[in-house]
């Protein structure tokens, strides 16, 4: 609609290449605007985390207050909920961190003067998503032993005719797809949120600046429906953080049990 309304050939809509930003160098090796937001989030987290904890006290001001709140959700939500009250304890400090961090690295995608959520780059969500995987695979093997660990993938009481499709289907679901899964859901959302916001901000620049006065006032509405999908985008990007620990506990959760 914006191409049609800008005359056709005078936009040019954002795509995959405007998430390419290098600050320094080129290539594989280059500094990125992805790197740097990343960096920042981690000295952001670190002094949040230190000055929410610097004087705690049985009545919390406002900044312990929030914190243990979210804290809490993590550990009752998506820890002892998920893995249980006997196994989650250890398990808490990945949960947390991976919450925090992925809620905070989301939401700099609606700051202003920042407006980059680092996770619509794939190699952010694959990082972690190495680390989740790495975890549920060890502590299954530790728990149970390898062969242990890998009888669990098929259910007791099936027929023996069963037995090797389902090992097959487990197999390909625990060591390929849950990964897949895990990181293209996250990249995803974050990628075609922030497109969708470039593409109507940029749409309506545009038809403000260079278009014709008929096509000026849906400048206007593409500027009011920015605002509005960056609130929804917020929810989206908690929503993100959430469920991707969420699978995470899941998952350390299957490997943890004593059943499959």
Not at 71 to 81: A, E, F, I, K, Q
Not at 181 to 189: C, D, K, Q, S, V
Not at 221 to 226: D, I, K
Request: aromatic letters at 14%; charged letters at 10%.
């Amino acid at each position: 609609m914006i191409l049609i309304a800008a005359g056709g050939d005078g936009f040019v809509a954002p795509g995959i290449g405007d998430f390419w930003q290098p600050l320094i160098g080129d290539g594989a090796f280059a500094v990125t605007r992805a790197m740097v937001v990343y960096s920042v989030t981690a000295m952001v987290i670190s002094v949040l985390l230190v000055r929410a904890t610097l004087r705690l006290s049985v009545v919390p001001n406002k900044r312990q207050f929030a914190m243990e709140s979210v804290y809490n959700l993590v550990r009752n939500s998506l820890g002892r909920d998920i893995i249980g009250s006997k196994d989650f304890k250890p398990f808490l400090p990945l949960l947390f961190s991976l919450f925090i961090v992925l809620l905070v690295n989301n939401l700099f995608g609606v700051v202003p003067l920042i407006q980059f959520p680092t996770f619509s780059r794939l190699g952010f969500p694959i990082a972690l998503t190495i680390v989740v995987y790495i975890t549920y695979h060890v502590v299954g093997i530790q728990r149970k032993g390898l062969l242990g660990y890998l009888k669990s993938f098929v259910p007791s009481g099936l027929p023996v005719w069963l037995v090797p499709i389902i090992f097959v289907l487990e197999f390909i679901t625990y060591f390929a797809t849950r990964p897949v899964t895990l990181a293209l859901r996250l990249f995803g959302n974050m990628f075609a949120g922030h497109l969708l916001l470039l593409v109507f901000t940029f749409g309506g620049q545009y038809l403000l600046l260079h278009s014709t006065v008929v096509n000026k006032p849906i400048g206007v509405l593409s500027f009011a429906v920015t605002v509005l999908m960056s609130f929804f985008e917020v929810l989206i990007e908690f929503l993100q953080a959430y469920l991707f620990t969420l699978l995470a506990a899941l998952y350390i959760a299957g490997a943890v049990a004593d059943e499959h």
